[in-house]
């Protein structure tokens, strides 16, 4: 089985970060820790914002949650009543729909184009907004198309955005991995906009943390003590241990996040290559995170139904792969660069050797 669907960096866990979980276990660092986390690793995580994207947060303007997903999920029950409208851009990550429909909230779909970088339009925001619109989830480093908005781009959607007085949700969990040398700008960079955005981190990704279940929301204080206030009835809060092992990722960050682009970058490379040499049609290669999106016509197939498409070629090549149904867009696939090389190399010469033997059908 090749596993090409997979959403994280296939990576060890930096040894630092395993010695301090291993230290405050040691230490009897193990129980109920403050309900928005342990004030060490908001001051870390603010911290690094600030040194990293030029914000001005404070620890007070930081939650720690279990994983950045937990930070989306409590925000939507938060903010978003029932009826009201949640603006999601397509490809969307696949939970983002399903977690505005769990509240009652009515997710509204804007759809992009792969001509225009699947990059949404100012315009397009204005247009989708009524009297029940009341957020927009923006995903810069975007899973799955990686996509990535520049500073320019990204001030004229806050703009639309304070206009028509949406909360803006910015998922930012895979800017840690962004390659070729692109720089990545966070929402928060832009303080006119502050009283309305909300960034979502994570450990997950930059620092190949994923199982340890850590992630951020960065915000206005008031937004910052109802995310905890929920979070009390919830989840108590996050592992005190992992927290821990969080401090010490955060405080060897200018090592642990370079690595790990590094080495993303190097697999990405590795799979676009090889998708290149194998089939008919060339992709580029993302800009940011762990996944190509990549149309089904490119593996010189004339499917259309992803679901069948990534079924079969599950079934009977044993590759996994995830159907872009999933995220809004029909007709393609997404395929994960996270493995190590010898993996994706293999799984997609796989494919193709298959689809030869098939026809493409």
Not at 194 to 212: E, L, P, R
Not at 226 to 233: E, G, I, T, Y
Not at 273 to 283: A, E, G, M, Q, V
């Amino acid at each position: 089985m090749y596993n090409l669907s997979a959403g994280e960096p296939m990576i060890d866990t930096d040894s630092v970060v395993i010695d301090a979980c291993l230290r405050a276990m040691k230490e009897g660092k193990t129980h109920y820790a403050p309900v928005a986390g342990i004030p060490e690793l908001r001051a870390a995580a603010a911290e690094w914002m600030n040194r990293t994207y030029g914000t001005d947060y404070r620890a007070d303007n930081c939650v720690v949650t279990c994983g950045g997903k937990y930070g989306i999920n409590v925000l939507i029950q938060a903010f978003v009543a029932p009826g009201e409208e949640v603006l999601i851009i397509a490809p969307y990550w696949v939970s983002y729909t399903g977690m505005v429909k769990i509240y009652n909230g009515v997710p509204v779909v804007l759809p992009t184009k792969a001509e225009e970088d699947w990059k949404i339009k100012p315009e397009q925001i204005a247009e989708a907004c009524n009297e029940k619109t009341k957020m927009l989830i923006l995903n810069n480093a975007a899973n799955p198309t990686g996509v990535l908005y520049g500073k320019e781009e990204l001030e004229a959607i806050l703009k639309i955005a304070s206009e028509k007085n949406l909360i803006v949700l910015s998922d930012e969990v895979y800017g840690g991995l962004v390659f070729d040398g692109r720089e990545f700008v966070s929402a928060a960079f832009f303080p006119k906009y502050q009283d309305k955005v909300i960034v979502i981190q994570s450990c997950s990704k930059m620092f190949a943390m994923t199982g340890f279940r850590v992630g951020f929301v960065f915000g206005p204080p008031e937004i910052i003590n109802a995310v905890a206030a929920l979070q009390s009835q919830s989840t108590t809060g996050t592992s005190t241990i992992s927290q821990w092992a969080a401090v010490a990722g955060f405080k060897e960050a200018n090592r642990i996040v370079p690595k790990i682009r590094e080495e993303m970058q190097k697999r990405r490379d590795a799979f676009v290559n090889t998708f290149n040499n194998l089939f008919p049609k060339k992709i580029i290669a993302p800009a940011s995170g762990l996944y190509a999106f990549i149309p089904i016509a490119a593996f010189g197939s004339d499917e259309t139904d992803s679901v069948a498409f990534c079924a079969r070629i599950l079934d009977e090549a044993n590759v996994a792969m995830v159907p872009g149904a999933a995220f809004g867009k029909e007709g393609y696939v997404r395929c994960s660069f996270g493995e190590r090389v010898e993996e994706l190399k293999e799984g997609l010469e796989v494919v193709a050797e298959y689809l030869k033997r098939d026809g493409g059908h």
